[in-house]
């Protein structure tokens, strides 16, 4: 991208032929290289040139242009002109196209642009943010989970803990930043139940800084009610020999019974290489 030099207004001081060479101006602009409009605000003699050089000779300041190609752009014409005439550093279309290059060559060379993928786990739906430019920069990024719980979930993990997160590698952690479980209440309120709790699996040290009382499933009845905790990373709790394993969403001391509602956690969590 060209830099332009702010406020620049020169006039040609020794005639400009149509063609290439270094062309003489009242003074040379800071900026090594870049556009020049000629003549902005005459419709017959307005022309953008591309100069990739600046200096001074017998004649006073001057500007190169090197190649034909670079006389003439953004639909003017080249063409001769006279002493006199004005010289600006206008913002012109060229100076657009070479941002849209230099972008596009950011990316070509590996730097993601800012997305956010759905990526489909069963019935789970889970968006992954990755900031602009930071995918290959070796930042860690955050991401956010959205599990759904059907009415058969929440009645069997007790049994059969539901896994929110895949084991994320050999030497990768899942490091949690924050948890909310909502409950959307069915026609039958659940009972029974215990203590919700979200661990890693082969653990049973529970992630949340505070539990999850079986309340969060059994208090709501026609109502949707949600609560919230910071997991692992707020915390500061030893995650030790737990790298490699995947999150779980389970209950302690017995199963729900005879509810018919649903649920969602959500999930804001890190993935880092130990």
């Not at 849209?100 to 789970?124: K, M, P, R, W």
């Amino acid at each position: 991208m060209s830099t332009i030099q702010n406020f620049f207004k020169e006039t040609i001081t020794r005639n400009w032929t149509a063609t290439t060479g270094d062309f003489n101006i009242s003074t040379k602009p800071t900026v090594s290289s870049g556009y020049l409009t000629l003549s902005p605000n005459n419709t017959t003699l307005r022309e953008i040139i591309r100069y990739t050089a600046t200096g001074t000779n017998a004649f006073g300041d001057f500007v190169t242009v090197s190649v034909i190609g670079d006389r003439g752009l953004g639909g003017t014409t080249a063409q001769t002109h006279t002493i006199g005439e004005t010289i600006r550093m206008n913002i012109t279309a060229q100076h657009w196209a070479d941002m849209q290059g230099d972008i596009d060559s950011i990316v070509a060379g590996g730097v993601t642009v800012a997305s956010a993928n759905d990526i489909i786990l069963g019935t789970d739906n889970v968006k992954v943010v990755t900031p602009l430019g930071l995918k290959d920069s070796g930042l860690v990024e955050t991401r956010v989970a959205t599990i759904s719980l059907s009415s058969a979930d929440i009645l069997g993990m007790y049994a059969t803990p539901i896994e929110l997160i895949a084991s994320p590698g050999v030497g990768k952690l899942i490091l949690v930043d924050n948890i909310l479980v909502s409950l959307t209440a069915g026609v039958t309120a659940y009972t029974g139940g215990g203590t919700l709790r979200t661990n890693y699996t082969g653990s049973t040290l529970d992630i949340s800084i505070v539990t999850f009382p079986a309340a969060t499933i059994t208090s709501a009845t026609s109502r949707q009610d949600a609560r919230s905790c910071y997991g692992t990373a707020a915390l500061g709790l030893s995650v030790n020999g737990n790298s490699n394993t995947a999150l779980l969403f389970t209950n302690i001391t017995g199963a729900f019974l005879t509810g018919n509602g649903t649920a969602k956690v959500f999930i804001q969590y890190r993935i880092v290489t130990l």
